[in-house]
C-alpha cells in the first residue's frame, strides 16, 4: 500500500510560473524524497530533506518538511516544459532486512505548457 | 555508462509464459531492489537484496515471481505463468549501504500480458 499521498493529482501551468506538489505521509521518517519521472521512464532522485531540516533548496526546487503535519511539498519556480514529468514523494523505510525501501506515493504529474 | 541499466525495455508476452528482466546495478552499490509499477500510481516494492542475498520479499511477490542475485552484481527478476494482471513497468534500483538511501533507478522493462 502506499504511504504517501500527493497533491495534486494532476496539475497544468504555463511556462514561466511556480508548480507547487504537496505530500503527506502516515509513519516517522528519517528522511524524505522527491523523484521525477518522465514519462515511460525510470525515476531521477531530484532531492532528499531530513527529518530534522525545515527546508532545502537545489536550483530551482524548494522542499519544505513539517514532521508535525507530516507533510513536505515541492516547489519549482520559473518552469519550463522540460519539467513536465510525473512527481513522487518517497519515504525510506529502513531495517536489516529491507535495506531502504522506499514507500512512494501517487504522484502528481505536472504539466508546462509552451 | 555507469548508471543502472535493464534489459529488455519492452516484452510482449502471451499469457502463461515465463519471462525474465535483467538488471545491472552500479557496479559498487550492494543493495539492489525491484519495484512494479502499474499506470497511474507510484512504484511498489517487490524485493531487496544485499550483496548476493534476498533479504525481504513483498506480499505482491506471488509465488510466480522468483528473482536472483547469484554473484551480488546483476539480477533477473523471474515470472512464471504469466497473466494479465502482471502487466506493469518493473524498475530496478539500486544504492550503497551506508548512504545516504538514495536509490538510482534504471529505465525500467514494460511488460504487456496479451
Known amino acids: 500500500s502506499q504511504q504517501g499521498e500527493e497533491d495534486p493529482q494532476a496539475l497544468s501551468i504555463q511556462e514561466g510560473e511556480n508548480a507547487t506538489m504537496n505530500c503527506s505521509y502516515k509513519t516517522s521518517i528519517n528522511n524524505l524524497q522527491w523523484y521525477r519521472q518522465n514519462s515511460g521512464r525510470g525515476l531521477v532522485h531530484l532531492i532528499l530533506i531530513r527529518s530534522n531540516e525545515r527546508e532545502k533548496h537545489s536550483g530551482r526546487l524548494r522542499v519544505t518538511l513539517d514532521t508535525s503535519k507530516k507533510s513536505s511539498s515541492l516547489l519549482i519556480t520559473a518552469s519550463r516544459a522540460a519539467d513536465t514529468a510525473s512527481y513522487f514523494c518517497?519515504?525510506?523505510?529502513?531495517?536489516?532486512?529491507?535495506?531502504?525501501?522506499?514507500?512512494f506515493g501517487e504522484g502528481t504529474q505536472l504539466t508546462v505548457n509552451p | 555508462d555507469t548508471g543502472v541499466s535493464q534489459d529488455p525495455r519492452h516484452k510482449i508476452t502471451k499469457r502463461g509464459q515465463n519471462v525474465t528482466f535483467r538488471c545491472d546495478p552500479i557496479?559498487?552499490?550492494?543493495?539492489l531492489y525491484w519495484y512494479r509499477q502499474t499506470l497511474g500510481q507510484g512504484p511498489e516494492f517487490l524485493t531487496y537484496f544485499q550483496n548476493e542475498a534476498q533479504l525481504e520479499k513483498s506480499r505482491l511477490l506471488s509465488d510466480r515471481f522468483s528473482a536472483e542475485r547469484p554473484k551480488g552484481s546483476f539480477s533477473t527478476l523471474e515470472i512464471q505463468r504469466t497473466e494479465q494482471g502482471d502487466s506493469a513497468m518493473y524498475l530496478c534500483?539500486?544504492?550503497?549501504?551506508?548512504?545516504?538511501?538514495?536509490?538510482?533507478f534504471g529505465p525500467g522493462t514494460r511488460l504487456t500480458v496479451l
Open positions: 557496479s559498487e552499490h550492494n543493495r
Open positions: 534500483a539500486s544504492s550503497l549501504k551506508g548512504g545516504n538511501n538514495e536509490q538510482f
Open positions: 518517497a519515504t525510506p523505510t529502513t531495517k536489516e532486512t529491507s535495506g531502504s525501501r522506499l514507500t
